[in-house]
């Protein structure tokens, strides 16, 4: 029987894109002490033959009432899903004596993020595009791939990366109604919404991979792989809202924003940067 390590790790390296798109059930995880199998841990992905990787990739700027504008950005995401899709099950290879419950809510997330990749996908489609028509770029592994253990991961990732995309979601979701894509916003609010719980999951579990019954900024930020820093994971406008419904105090808010006034960084977040043209 094929485990829940080789399962993820087969995802992982699979470069066809049906798979990448609409992966098959997985097996469930191991119990809690059962022995797990180590396999070797996948730091890079497979890629589609449709997937054109680049080292540095433009972004449309400006208003989004061009399809192909509001094309590229929803390719955007939808590389950003794959991204996270991929790491999510990379961490179940790399740390498969993970406790089972964490096992089995990664899983759910990972799931979260193939349904916001095919919504993604039949939007673009709907806006007269495919996979494959733009460039993409491999941020997240680039960051993420070898990062050293779960308490980073899920700390860089999930609080760090996810929560800052509750920031972008209010202003994307706007652009895409003042060009009249009223579907495109509808999907944008609603995977912000589904993002609000995959930060709250990665909320609960970082105290409890530390050890501790919570977690503060300090604990966050320490536990950043190299050379990420919190300067990195908010918009540019904090949304407050969104962010304590998923879980975040406000002691934790105004440490994240007066570490990003004191350590303004260069290497900006994802979207924010290939929405402005310069990832």
């Known amino acids: 029987m094929t485990s829940l390590a080789a399962w993820a790790r087969a995802y992982v390296l699979s470069d066809d894109l049906a798979t990448k798109l609409d992966p098959p059930a997985p097996p469930r995880p191991p119990l809690d002490g059962a022995p797990a199998p180590r396999l070797d841990r996948p730091l890079t992905p497979g890629r589609p033959a449709a997937l054109r990787v680049m080292a540095r990739v433009k972004s449309p700027r400006g208003s989004l009432v061009d399809p ?3 094309a590229h950005l929803v390719h955007t995401f939808l590389h950003h899903e794959l991204q996270a899709a991929e790491l999510m099950a990379a961490m179940l290879v790399a740390f498969p004596d993970a406790p089972r419950a964490f096992q089995v809510g990664l899983v759910r997330v990972f799931f979260d993020e193939i349904r916001h990749m095919q919504g993604y996908r039949a939007h673009l489609e709907r806006l007269g595009f495919a996979v494959g028509d733009f460039p993409v770029r491999d941020w997240f592994w680039e960051r993420l791939g070898a990062v050293p253990s779960l308490v980073s991961f899920v700390a860089a990732m999930g609080v760090g990366f996810e929560g800052g995309n509750l920031d972008h979601t209010r202003r994307f979701a706007e652009a895409f109604d ?3 894509d009223h579907d495109g916003a509808r999907l944008v609010r609603r995977v912000g919404e589904e993002e609000i719980v995959h930060v709250r999951f990665a909320l609960a579990w970082l105290p409890r991979l530390l050890g501790k019954t919570r977690v503060s900024f300090d604990d966050f930020a320490a536990a950043l792989p190299p050379p990420l820093t919190p300067s990195v994971m908010q918009g540019p406008v904090m949304d407050r809202v969104a962010r304590v419904r998923a879980g975040y105090t406000e002691d934790f808010l105004d440490a994240l924003v007066a570490f990003a006034a004191a350590h303004p960084s260069g290497a900006r977040s ?7 043209g310069k990832a």
Do not use: L
């Open 68 to 70: 192909k504008k509001r």
């Open 178 to 180: 003042a060009a009249g």
């Open 270 to 276: 994802p979207t924010r940067d290939e929405a402005r």
